[in-house]
């Protein structure tokens, strides 16, 4: 299974940023996959999913409104939008894949993280 976070940085409260997470064609065309985050000193929390198919798409309630995922079936890669950042934004942030994952559960398998760093 292939996952490959990409495009995390350091922007100011307010800006835009988009992750990527390219999979293979076998990972992406059978699994749900989501967005997971870890800040230094907490746990590792849900972000956002979407299904299989794009139909369904989750979020947790602290990102609610501010970001969009999304994926591609000719890239076989999904994207985290995220909007109007805010330094409590600031982690890690993991793409994840699982046949019968749905919402923040059931992920089987995880990629490197990428760092987003929002300065206040």
């Known amino acids: 299974v292939q996952l490959q976070a990409s495009g995390g940085g350091l922007v100011q409260a307010g800006d835009s940023l988009r992750l990527s997470c390219a999979a293979s064609?076998?990972?992406?065309?059978?699994?749900?996959l989501g967005w997971f985050r870890q800040a230094p000193g907490k746990e590792r929390e849900f972000v956002a999913a979407?299904?299989?198919?794009?139909?369904?798409?989750y979020y947790a309630d602290s990102v609610k409104g501010r970001f969009t995922i999304s994926r591609d079936s000719a890239k076989y890669t999904v994207y985290l939008q995220m909007n109007s950042l805010k330094p409590e934004d600031t982690a890690v942030y993991y793409c994840?894949?699982?046949?019968?994952?749905?919402?923040?559960?059931?992920?089987?398998?995880w990629g490197q993280g990428t760092l987003v760093t929002v300065s206040s």
């Open positions: 979407i299904s299989w198919s794009g139909v369904s798409t």
């Open positions: 064609r076998r990972t992406f065309s059978s699994n749900a």
């Open positions: 994840a894949a699982g046949p019968g994952a749905s919402g923040s559960y059931g992920y089987d398998y």
